[in-house]
Each structure stands twice: as structure tokens, then as C-alpha cells.
């Protein structure tokens, strides 16, 4: 199998079949918060989770949107050349609000100049009919998708993360945007404290079995003034090897079916915030690892299936 030269449906070669040239994301700040923190389920967010809520890439929330989208393009202009883009919003949780400013914000964003669709990152517990319906009508208008955040299909795994939702509620979530015909995208965190190979492959196959568009397989990433890290320098857990994290990104991803579409297979970890594995900060390395090692097993996406 080939898309763009990968053995893994990945997300590059989706835009590019979609709007004809590389499409770039750009990373906003909604101005949201998240149930996690604000008290309604948590205080203290998931303990992976960054003071910026998982958006240290993204724009300053002080800024409009507009002003987030302008000054995007200006910086990864200077890398790509492009004139297809997708607003993502990514920092804490882009559904937590009314339906009315969550349309304000992302109608802001798609009014400005280049803007060819939008992204937004959320949780499953924060996702209900009216923002459903919401997100139809948008979909019907632009190219839209909406990422949960899962990290994993294991309620002890869950428990002491402290998601705070059981895999139920995940599981409505997605019934729910498929009964509106939205594009899904499922987040999962491999090498998650005191998970195993075993659990890690189990969460792949329960997502394989669900009617999801996307996927993005993170590594864990241990960062600075994070409850994750304290746990780090108390217990000293197993991080995976940069080696080990390769050989289970490709059994992962041979157990994918060819259509969903992978959006990432490493994870970027701002260097100045990044604790552990520092390996990971050669992500060009990581992902010609990941390329060979599919080669060398003459494997694909979907070839364990």
C-alpha cells in the first residue's frame, strides 16, 4: 500500500486528495476551559495534561481568533507554502461552552481568508445533541472534524489519569456524531503508567471496531509542573525506548483498517517543557524509524486485520 510514499493512511495525503496542495493546521486558542479544571469533574485536569491544557503550540487566548489565524500564517508560512488551511482548536476543550459562542468562534475562523476547515479538540463528556446538531450544520458548509480525547480503553488506566469519564460515555459520544455525520478522531496515549504492550493494543482494536474517521497515537510525554511529572520523579516509571515505541507504533498500526485516517503517530513536546523521553525531541527520526521498520517487516496499515 502507498499513500504519499507512507505504508500508513496518514493525514497529509488525505488533504492533499481533498483540496489538491498541503494543507496546514493552525493551532488556536479558543479561550475555552475545561471541566476537568473548572471544578464540574476536576480541579486539576488529566496529570498528563499542560498548564496550557495540551495547547502549548497553540495561539495566545488574549488574542481574537483572527489575530491567532493571521499571526499562524505569518510563522509556518516562513516553512510551507501554502494556501489551504484548517483552524484547529486545540487548547482545552473546544465544545465546553454555549452553542451560541461556540458558533461565534468558529464562524470567526472561518471567515478569514484561506481558512478551508475547521479542527476541535474536546472530550466526550462535553459533547450533546445541540452541540451535534451545531457541528452538522457547520460540516455541511466546510471540511470539519472533532477529536476525543480517549488516551485509553482501560478504567483503572482512566482512574489514574484522572480522565474523568468512563469508556460508556465515549462510547455515546461517538454513536452520537455518527447519527450526525460528523468526521471523528480518536486520541490515544501509548506508554500510559503501569499499562502494558497487551492493554496498549487492546485500546487500538476497540477503536479499529468503531466507526471513527481518525486516530492520533501519542507517546507519552512527561512535562514540566505537571502532576505526571511528580509521579515521574517519585516512582520513576517505565518510559518507553525510542526503539520500543517504534516496534508498537507499527504493530498499531497494522491493526488499523486502510480507511482511518492517521493524523499522527508521535508526539510534539515543547523542548523547553519536556521532562522525558527526550529521544522524542527528533521527531524526523522517530518518523524514519517508523518508515523503515514497516519496510523491513514488509508490512501496512491493515495488514494484520
Known amino acids: 500500500m502507498n499513500w504519499n510514499n507512507k505504508r500508513y493512511h496518514n493525514l497529509d ?18 479561550g475555552f476551559t475545561c471541566p476537568n479544571r473548572d471544578g464540574t469533574v476536576g480541579e486539576r485536569g488529566c496529570i498528563f495534561c499542560s498548564e496550557k ?12 481568533i483572527s489575530k491567532q489565524i493571521d499571526e499562524q500564517i505569518d510563522y509556518l508560512s516562513k516553512k510551507w507554502k501554502s494556501e489551504s488551511y484548517i483552524a484547529y482548536f486545540q487548547s482545552y476543550t473546544n465544545t465546553y461552552d454555549t452553542v451560541q459562542n461556540l458558533e461565534k468562534k468558529y464562524l470567526e475562523a472561518l471567515s478569514c481568508k484561506n481558512i478551508k476547515g475547521l479542527a476541535i479538540a474536546t472530550r466526550p463528556d462535553c459533547i450533546n445533541d445541540e ?9 455541511k458548509k466546510t471540511y470539519l472534524w472533532l477529536e476525543l480525547g480517549l488516551q485509553t480503553i482501560h478504567e483503572s488506566t482512566a482512574k489514574d489519569i484522572r ?31 503501569k499499562e502494558s504492550k497487551e492493554q496498549m493494543l487492546e485500546s487500538i482494536k476497540y477503536i479499529a ?11 507519552l510525554h512527561v512535562l514540566k509542573n505537571t502532576d505526571l511529572e511528580r509521579l515521574y520523579q517519585e516512582t520513576n516509571f517505565k518510559i518507553l525506548s525510542q526503539e520500543e515505541y517504534v516496534n508498537l507504533i507499527c504493530d498499531c498500526i497494522e491493526l488499523l483498517p486502510e480507511d ?8 510534539d513536546g515543547k523542548r523547553s517543557e519536556l521532562v522525558s523521553p527526550l529521544w522524542s525531541l527528533n521527531k524526523k527520526q522517530v518518523l524514519n524509524d517508523i518508515d523503515s521498520e514497516l519496510l523491513r517487516r514488509s508490512t501496512y496499515q491493515g495488514s494484520r486485520i
Open 209 to 219: 471496531d468503531k466507526k471513527i474517521w481518525g486516530v492520533k497515537l501519542h507517546l
Open 53 to 64: 491544557g495540551s495547547g502549548d503550540f497553540a495561539g495566545n487566548a488574549d488574542s481574537s
Open 13 to 30: 495525503y488525505e488533504l492533499k486528495k481533498v483540496f489538491g496542495e498541503k494543507t496546514i493546521k493552525l493551532s488556536i486558542n479558543g
Open 131 to 139: 452541540v451535534a446538531r451545531l457541528l452538522s450544520e457547520l460540516s
Open 163 to 193: 480522565r474523568g469519564y468512563s469508556l460508556n460515555v465515549f462510547d455515546e459520544a461517538v454513536e452520537l456524531l455518527n447519527k450526525y455525520n460528523i468526521k471523528t478522531v480518536v486520541h490515544l496515549i501509548l506508554g500510559l503508567p
Open 260 to 267: 482511518i485516517v492517521i493524523h499522527r503517530i508521535t508526539g
